[in-house]
């Protein structure tokens, strides 16, 4: 039993230390893509934002390597001597080199992506899978620890919930619900048929499909965390706002309404954390999509309140109302689906 815990330990030490590297590798992504979008005159693959990403890089391959090399018996290959969950990691430090150089050639044969395109680029998207694997390892290896039917969510595995929430963020930026006006923006309603309709429509269509999938961003990892515990963990709504708020706000250059919307979003989610804590935990697993729901409505209704007291909401009431509505529809349909299975006796 000593020994069992003294190994749970140093796993768990192990796990830390992995995604405290890929917190690196997060904050470098968002760096680079904040030069993408505020450097005009970025002409060239060797770049500070580019070393700061794949120094990390380095960093976690050496740090995989030692990890693999520790846990090796004599005589054992070293692909059979990766710890649970770390074969993924070793596999996406392999793919990200890979994913690496040709990404190099991708520039020098076809520019340097200065907007949109940099976050659809073939070669991006595939450094982004290869840092999905390396920022799950603590999920994989706290599920691999764990006993059938008891699982226990980490410190690390916890924390690479939240990092991956904010690599979602960052593929995702162009329809975040946190970096752009909503309901700030002046709108006028116009009757069907009027010339140019559609061209004033479009940017509210586009806001209300963002908060749809803000909500699903945010939604989707705190339920992911429910699926094998009794309860949430403390502070994890408020985790995964900021991953999914602040990271995007920042890369986009801090401007004041998504900053406002952020801090009000934040504040809610801390308050939605204190209702969790004293709710029960019976009355939690019968009413998840109620619960889910609520927190999804809290969470705009906050960021909406923040757009108020230090601008001004331009939609009418039926839209930005409407947006909390259709939020709360989707977090309420997502729980449902996670929740559904066979009825238990």
């Given at each position: 039993m000593l020994e069992t815990a003294r190994n749970t330990r140093a796993g768990g030490l192990r796990d830390l230390v992995t995604e405290l590297l890929g917190l690196w590798l997060l904050l470098a992504v968002f760096l680079d893509g904040w030069a993408h979008l505020n450097v005009p005159s970025l002409e060239t693959f060797f770049t500070p934002w580019h070393a700061a990403l794949y120094s990390g890089m380095v960093a976690t391959a050496a740090w995989t390597a030692v990890v693999i090399w520790r846990n090796r018996a004599p005589g054992q290959p070293l692909w059979q001597a990766a710890p649970p969950g770390y074969r993924g990691t070793a596999v996406g430090v392999i793919l990200f080199a890979t994913a690496g150089g040709?990404?190099?050639?991708?520039?020098?044969?076809?520019?340097?992506?200065?907007?949109?395109?940099?976050l659809v680029?073939?070669?991006?998207?595939?450094?982004?899978?290869?840092?999905?694997?390396?920022?799950?390892?603590?999920?994989?290896?706290?599920?691999?620890?764990?006993?059938?039917?008891?699982?226990?969510?980490?410190?690390a595995a916890l924390f690479a919930v939240v990092l991956l929430t904010g690599l979602g963020a960052f593929f995702l930026i162009y329809c975040s619900a946190f970096v752009r006006p909503g309901p700030t923006a002046l709108f006028t309603p116009m009757p069907v048929g009027t010339p140019g309709r559609i061209q004033s429509e479009m940017p509210v269509v586009i806001a209300l499909a963002s908060y749809l999938l803000t909500t699903a961003l945010i939604i989707a990892p705190f339920l992911f965390t429910l699926s094998a515990a009794r309860r949430p963990a403390r502070g994890i709504v408020t985790m995964l706002v900021v991953a999914a708020a602040w990271l995007p706000v920042a890369m986009v250059g801090l401007r004041p309404f998504a900053i406002a919307g952020a801090a009000g979003a934040t504040v809610a989610a801390v308050v939605a954390d204190l209702l969790l804590a004293k709710a029960p935990d019976a009355w939690l697993s019968r009413r998840l999509p109620g619960v889910a729901a609520g927190i999804a409505a809290l969470l705009w209704t906050g960021q909406l309140v923040a757009f108020a007291v230090t601008d001004a909401i331009r939609w009418p009431p039926s839209l930005w109302l409407g947006a909390v509505v259709l939020s709360a529809a989707a977090a309420a349909g997502l729980a449902a689906l996670s929740s559904w299975g066979p009825a238990r006796s």
């Open positions: 040709l990404d190099l050639l991708w520039h020098e044969l076809l520019g340097i992506e200065v907007s949109l395109d940099a680029s073939p070669t991006h998207l595939l450094l982004g899978f290869s840092l999905f694997l390396i920022l799950g390892t603590a999920v994989r290896s706290a599920r691999a620890a764990s006993h059938p039917g008891n699982f226990a969510w980490t410190p």
